[in-house]
């Protein structure tokens, strides 16, 4: 029986006003009961309960941003109708004091109880999503803390419609829809799905997993099963041990909402319910819960400093994201081939793709992958993703490859970069910390090498990667095939959406033929040489056009028409293939092998 147990009835504690159940013994741990009673408005009323420790005042905090998004969130905007009470049921006067704080006063050092409503139909953002099927709630967006409670054991009390089914990482009380977590930081980072849902359960290597889908889509969850069992098998090429005895896999199959987050020892991954059964899309979802599972180790168990602890009310700092993002893309692909879950094909396809964006971005000359990092947090689209930045997991992507063909290179391929990693998981985990400083201390561990030049100029330094030798080392090269031979294409350089009256600039690349024509973001193409821009697209029209000739395009700048002329240029090649080497040596194909886990591709 738990300490909890003891105290007191859960049951009692949905039933009854805790200030009216008699004499209770203080508390070391928060009560918080979530009350989902009109879903279809998106209501939840929550009610905390705590001891006070002997303080006048409390503080009680909503975060402002929540873990995996790297983005301040304004959470608070949810919360409603605040309230807070005494042992007594007397009514304790309180006060915010910030966007996110709430000040409660006179509380005579006794157990307190704080109740609000929260608003909560934020799908997208996997933060907090009620409806009459179904209910996602991170707790960062849920439960406040206080510096009294954020250390204390929180019991969480679900009150749901009958018909619903209740799972999250943490684990289960008394009832199935009570949970408990060791502390708050815990309940934070570890979601609860209850609603409508299919639900799985199987067990690999002495550990349990779930899958969890709420939605109806043209997913295949045998499938997904089968998959995902060889997929959890996979961690051992890179990591000794696990950090988890139970890990939940949970799928939305929705509209309106895509993308996916890591937590403690689960994910909530969110896809379009009809994006499950093609193989291209498939591929997508497989890959994204290979992803999200590599994170369990890399970020859940080692993060860089400015990460741990995780402050709440702040942007959490560090050069480093880049590690914990792009390696995690790279560290996918790893268990993906390994697991046969991703053909040879499919990996050089991708590695086309990502080869071909990063060279067809500007932003690569103006900033490093450390200054990404740093900058994640007022991260934008628009000409800021284009012109002006790299991208902490596809230019991390790329970082992770040249660190791990180096290491493989210097060591006769005896190590890799997952032995870094490995590393970080044995040697770093929280509450330690790492720093750029601890990488070169593991590379040289790893290599007998000193990284600090490496470092400098592929971490602080602007990319420039010569793809040509990367690929040639495993035994690879690039091939534009028929685009080789294709007869040059006309290129304007901007990127366009489809409007009203025309088609809305979303992009233009620096010093491409548009960007000297001073064409900008924002402007409404109308007519290409005087008639009318029908067209979805801007490539329909340039198909009429040869580089070096002239197109006059007029616009709507802010109401204002004004005409241009393009001095049009040639499309950059585009349709990259990576193939193997006709004749790749013995070392070509052992390296390849060694990197990738399968056999050369024939
Ligand atoms: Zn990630």
Same mark, same amino acid.
């Given at each position: 029986?738990?300490?909890?147990?003891?105290?007191?009835?859960?049951?009692?504690?949905?039933?009854?006003?805790?200030?009216? $159940?008699?004499?209770?013994?203080?508390?070391?741990?928060?009560?918080?009961?979530?009350?989902?009673?009109?879903?279809?408005?998106?209501?939840?009323?929550?009610?905390? $309960?705590?001891?006070?420790?002997?303080? =006048?005042?409390?503080?009680?905090?909503?975060?402002?941003?929540?873990?995996?998004?790297?983005?301040?969130?304004?959470?608070?905007?949810?919360?409603?109708?605040?309230?807070?009470?005494?042992?007594?049921?007397?009514?304790?006067?309180?006060?915010?004091?910030?966007?996110?704080?709430?000040?409660?006063?006179?509380?005579?050092?006794?157990?307190?109880?704080?109740?609000?409503?929260?608003?909560?139909?934020?799908?997208?953002?996997?933060?907090?999503?009620?409806?009459?099927?179904?209910?996602?709630?991170? #707790?960062?967006?849920?439960?406040?803390?206080?510096?009294?409670?954020?250390?204390?054991?929180?019991?969480?009390?679900?009150?749901?419609?009958?018909?619903?089914?209740?799972?999250?990482?943490?684990?289960?009380?008394?009832?199935?829809?009570?949970?408990?977590?060791?502390?708050?930081?815990?309940?934070?980072?570890?979601?609860?799905?209850?609603?409508?849902?299919?639900?799985?359960?199987?067990?690999?290597?002495?550990?349990?997993?779930?899958?969890?889908?709420?939605?109806?889509?043209?997913?295949?969850?045998?499938?997904?099963?089968?998959?995902?069992?060889?997929?959890?098998?996979?961690?051992?090429?890179?990591?000794?041990?696990?950090?988890?005895?139970?890990?939940?896999?949970?799928?939305?199959?929705?509209?309106?909402?895509?993308? #996916?987050?890591?937590?403690?020892?689960?994910?909530?991954?969110?896809?379009?319910?009809?994006?499950?059964?093609?193989?291209?899309?498939?591929?997508?979802?497989?890959?994204?819960?290979?992803?999200?599972?590599?994170?369990?180790?890399?970020?859940?168990?080692?993060?860089?400093?400015?990460?741990?602890?995780?402050?709440?009310?702040?942007?959490?700092?560090?050069?480093?994201?880049?590690?914990?993002?792009?390696?995690?893309?790279?560290?996918?692909?790893?268990?993906?081939?390994?697991?046969?879950?991703?053909?040879?094909?499919?990996?050089?396809?991708?590695?086309?793709?990502?080869?071909? #964006?990063?060279?067809?971005?500007?932003?690569?000359?103006?900033?490093?992958?450390?200054?990404?990092?740093?900058?994640?947090?007022?991260?934008?689209?628009?000409?800021?993703?284009?012109?002006?930045?790299?991208?902490?997991?596809?230019?991390?992507?790329?970082?992770?490859?040249?660190?791990?063909?180096?290491?493989?290179?210097?060591?006769?391929?005896?190590?890799?970069?997952?032995?870094?990693?490995?590393?970080?998981?044995?040697?770093?985990?929280?509450?330690?910390?790492?720093?750029?400083?601890?990488?070169?201390?593991?590379?040289?561990?790893?290599?007998?090498?000193?990284?600090?030049?490496?470092?400098?100029?592929?971490?602080?330094?602007?990319?420039?990667?010569?793809?040509?030798?990367?690929?040639?080392?495993?035994?690879? =090269?690039?091939?534009?095939?028929?685009?080789?031979?294709?007869?040059?294409?006309?290129?304007?350089?901007?990127?366009?959406?489809?409007?009203?009256?025309?088609?809305?600039?979303?992009?233009?690349?620096?010093?491409?033929?548009?960007?000297?024509?001073?064409?900008?973001?924002?402007?409404?193409?109308?007519?290409?040489?005087?008639?009318?821009?029908?067209?979805?697209?801007?490539?329909?029209?340039?198909?009429?056009?040869?580089?070096?000739?002239?197109?006059?395009?007029?616009?709507?700048?802010?109401?204002?028409?004004?005409?241009?002329?393009?001095?049009?240029?040639?499309?950059?090649?585009?349709?990259?293939?990576?193939?193997?080497?006709?004749?790749?040596?013995?070392?070509?194909?052992?390296?390849?092998?060694?990197?990738?886990?399968?056999?050369?591709?024939?």
């Amino acid at each position: 029986m738990t300490k909890f147990a003891r105290f007191i009835s859960p049951l009692l504690l949905i039933i009854t006003p805790w200030f009216m $159940s008699g004499a209770i013994a203080a508390q070391n741990y928060v009560t918080v009961d979530i009350s989902i009673e009109q879903p279809q408005h998106h209501y939840a009323q929550v009610t905390l $309960s705590f001891d006070a420790l002997n303080q =006048k005042k409390v503080i009680l905090t909503l975060p402002t941003w929540r873990t995996g998004r790297y983005e301040i969130l304004n959470l608070s905007n949810g919360i409603r109708e605040f309230s807070a009470v005494d042992s007594f049921g007397q009514k304790l006067p309180w006060q915010k004091i910030d966007k996110d704080s709430w000040q409660i006063n006179n509380t005579q050092g006794k157990n307190v109880q704080i109740s609000y409503q929260v608003y909560a139909n934020q799908l997208g953002k996997r933060t907090r999503h009620i409806d009459d099927s179904h209910a996602f709630l991170d #707790a960062s967006a849920v439960v406040m803390y206080s510096e009294q409670t954020r250390a204390s054991k929180h019991v969480i009390n679900l009150s749901v419609p009958k018909s619903w089914r209740s799972v999250s990482g943490l684990t289960s009380g008394n009832n199935d829809h009570q949970f408990i977590a060791k502390n708050y930081d815990v309940l934070v980072d570890s979601p609860i799905e209850t609603g409508i849902n299919e639900y799985h359960q199987f067990s690999v290597d002495g550990r349990d997993y779930a899958l969890v889908i709420w939605g109806k889509g043209n997913y295949d969850s045998e499938k997904m099963l089968a998959d995902l069992e060889v997929l959890v098998q996979q961690s051992k090429h890179i990591w000794q041990g696990y950090p988890f005895t139970r890990y939940v896999f949970m799928v939305h199959a929705t509209s309106g909402a895509r993308g #996916a987050t890591e937590h403690l020892n689960s994910t909530i991954i969110q896809r379009s319910r009809f994006k499950f059964s093609d193989r291209k899309d498939y591929l997508g979802f497989i890959s994204t819960a290979a992803h999200e599972f590599v994170h369990t180790w890399n970020v859940k168990q080692y993060r860089p400093k400015g990460l741990v602890p995780y402050d709440y009310q702040h942007e959490n700092y560090s050069t480093l994201l880049w590690l914990s993002e792009g390696s995690t893309s790279y560290l996918q692909n790893q268990l993906l081939l390994r697991g046969e879950l991703m053909t040879s094909k499919e990996f050089l396809e991708n590695l086309a793709k990502r080869i071909t #964006a990063h060279l067809h971005k500007p932003g690569k000359e103006s900033q490093t992958i450390a200054e990404s990092s740093f900058d994640k947090w007022s991260e934008e689209g628009g000409d800021y993703d284009k012109n002006h930045s790299v991208n902490i997991y596809s230019e991390g992507f790329l970082v992770s490859w040249l660190l791990d063909f180096s290491i493989l290179e210097k060591t006769g391929l005896n190590k890799s970069y997952r032995d870094v990693h490995n590393i970080l998981y044995q040697d770093y985990s929280i509450p330690k910390v790492f720093e750029e400083r601890d990488l070169l201390t593991i590379l040289k561990q790893v290599t007998a090498d000193d990284y600090s030049t490496w470092w400098q100029g592929n971490v602080n330094s602007a990319l420039t990667i010569d793809f040509e030798k990367l690929l040639a080392q495993a035994g690879l =090269k690039m091939s534009y095939g028929k685009d080789d031979t294709v007869k040059q294409q006309a290129w304007a350089g901007i990127k366009t959406k489809v409007v009203t009256n025309g088609l809305q600039i979303t992009a233009v690349e620096k010093n491409s033929p548009a960007w000297q024509a001073g064409l900008t973001i924002d402007d409404v193409i109308v007519a290409v040489e005087g008639l009318r821009m029908a067209d979805k697209e801007l490539t329909t029209r340039l198909k009429n056009f040869k580089p070096k000739d002239r197109m006059s395009v007029t616009f709507f700048r802010r109401d204002e028409l004004v005409t241009r002329m393009i001095s049009l240029g040639e499309k950059p090649k585009e349709a990259l293939n990576i193939v193997p080497i006709e004749n790749a040596s013995k070392q070509q194909q052992d390296f390849f092998e060694r990197w990738t886990g399968i056999d050369f591709p024939e």
